[in-house]
């Protein structure tokens, strides 16, 4: 099938730039001896997974026990999951998994630490856990060294849990630093840190410029949107994914209305102007968004569409917009080659 | 089941309030005479159309066909499609669709009139088609009433179209006057305008005070939401939809982090100041997110959550919330009653 037969909106994959965005990420960080294991948020498909642990990673990340799930049963063997798991009922869920793959999480309280532990006291198994600290983006984390070192001795002396290291987000200059000081907090008590989990895709090429950082997530890097492109961390050619929308109205002269609104694109600016980049009219600007609306301003350019012309997407976020698809296309040139489920979204928490 | 067992992050729809909601807007219609077509965007569960329609509603809204798929497959048997349908596949699904229920969509341009008239006398049935007009929101619609007019000539003139009427978005004193003025233009060829369609939520108990939209749809009455809220229209009590989620970390004295980000609450501000209300700490602000963490300012609250603790959450959109849940739970009072699939989740446009 031509991909100019496919219903809009329509979210497609260029398969030829996805394989060669997880091999290009792949060799660089294999040529500087940093592990990877890539974000599967971004795309919730196994098979993309299955080709990113074909191509070398070690095995992937997850950011819900049900995207784990669903990895899980397509065959993938080594998950990590760095999120604070609380809860009975996700506790259980957790340690079912973990007897079936090799699973690692994080926590960042005594309280996660001891839910974990009980768990996995229970399942009679031992699950690895790293210490999640703060590289300055004020998310979840740990905010001293003092506290990660406290909490790993905390993990150490927990039953049936393993101290597995340090996790962060992104990979950064405060992080190296964080990392050595806890270091040295932890060889008096004979506790080494044997891994330290970054990331970010648009910091990826400078992963090698982080000593203390042995092993990178990086999620965006395998489709690319506007925000991986102002970063810089990928040019334009790199975008694997694009929304294929129609013009269904133009009202005025210079307005017009895309068939994809928030439900197709999100609402996530990332601090960019409009709602995503059109290849065919770059001067355009998604000012709006309705559900299944795009109000787009046409009035900057030279030739402008006409109803039912068909327009390329480049979202600013491709994260959420994958998630907001039932289904990806995958093409190659100009043709459909394979059909994806998001397999893993909605799934719960 | 308990909704205190539920896992978190889990979307919960307060069965007793979501029926006064439905009934509540039902009997207000009824007097003052102006039919009820509720729009199913808000909720994509078939049973909740059934419920709309039980109670009085002439049918429903969809936005797209997917949706009106969904809900043709689940027994509704009147639906109002207001888009401009184009593309041969699309407008062969929609033919399809007309077959079996009764249907009616809507037009702003010549070419999606040609586009329906075509695809008609193909399928050799007869469909209404109302005009679009923009009554001031600058989304899609004609611009005039003039525009009106012309297009309800055209759609007079088409074979196997059957004018419909004029459809607009939100109803407002504008779309008064363009009615009116439509009106006049039509008189003279002897077309009459049987229907015009408008609507709103925030706006729905001043649908009496314009007297010349007949027919109304509203879609998050069912639920609402702070941003129904913020307008009015609805107060806390009549919330029927609300976000349990846990915190899963406090990193500072300040700062708490709940186990719900932009893929659970979307990015929606709508003008809103944070991403949600927390019903157990009104005075707490959810100031960013992450993918699936949402993180929260609780330096105002006087008493502060602990790690583990579930706290409710009104999102500011409902429309966008459903839509990333695959399912939606019905409790009555604190106990499960019925867990719906978000059966037109995801649906092609």
Not at 68 to 85: C, H, K, S, T
Not at 183 to 212: C, F, Q, R
Not at 290 to 310: A, L, N, Q, V
Request: with cysteine; proline share 4%.
């Amino acid at each position: 099938m031509d991909i100019n037969q496919l219903e809009t909106p329509v979210a497609i994959v260029d398969l030829d730039r996805l394989e060669a965005n997880i091999n290009k990420l792949q060799r660089y960080l294999d040529e500087h001896g940093i592990i990877n294991r890539p974000h599967i948020k971004t795309h919730k498909i196994p098979e993309i997974a299955h080709m990113q642990v074909n191509a070398g990673a070690v095995g992937i990340t997850c950011q819900k026990i049900g995207e784990a799930e669903v990895m899980a049963q397509a065959g993938i063997r080594d998950i990590f999951l760095p999120y604070n798991i609380i809860g009975e009922a996700k506790l259980e869920r957790l340690m079912r998994l973990a007897r079936r793959v090799t699973l690692s999480v994080t926590a960042d309280s005594e309280f996660t630490v001891r839910g974990l532990s009980g768990a996995a006291e229970r399942a009679e198994l031992e699950l690895p856990v790293l210490v999640e600290f703060d590289a300055g983006l004020g998310r979840c984390g740990v905010q001293s060294p003092q506290e990660a070192a406290d909490l790993a001795r905390t993990i150490v002396r927990s039953p049936c849990l393993r101290f597995g290291g340090l996790m962060t987000y992104p990979s950064n200059d405060n992080a190296d630093l964080f990392v050595g000081e806890t270091k040295n907090l932890l060889k008096g008590d004979g506790i080494s840190v044997d891994l330290v989990s970054g990331g970010s895709t648009p910091s990826m090429w400078e992963a090698h410029a982080h000593p203390e950082i042995t092993e990178h997530r990086a999620g965006m890097y395998v489709y690319g949107d506007r925000y991986t492109l102002k970063s810089g961390a990928m040019a334009l050619e790199d975008c694997a994914l694009k929304v294929i929308t129609t013009v269904v109205s133009r009202p005025t002269a210079d307005r017009g209305i895309l068939d994809g609104g928030s439900k197709t694109f999100s609402s996530d600016l990332l601090g960019l102007e409009g709602h995503g980049l059109i290849l065919e009219y770059p001067e355009a600007r998604i000012y709006g968004q309705s559900e299944e609306h795009g109000h787009t301003d046409f009035s900057k350019c030279e030739h402008k569409p006409e109803i039912g012309e068909r327009v390329t997407v480049i979202p600013n976020h491709c994260c959420v917009v994958t998630n907001l698809f039932n289904q990806i296309v995958g093409i190659r040139g100009n043709q459909v080659e394979v059909i994806w489920p998001v397999g893993a979204r909605g799934a719960l928490q």
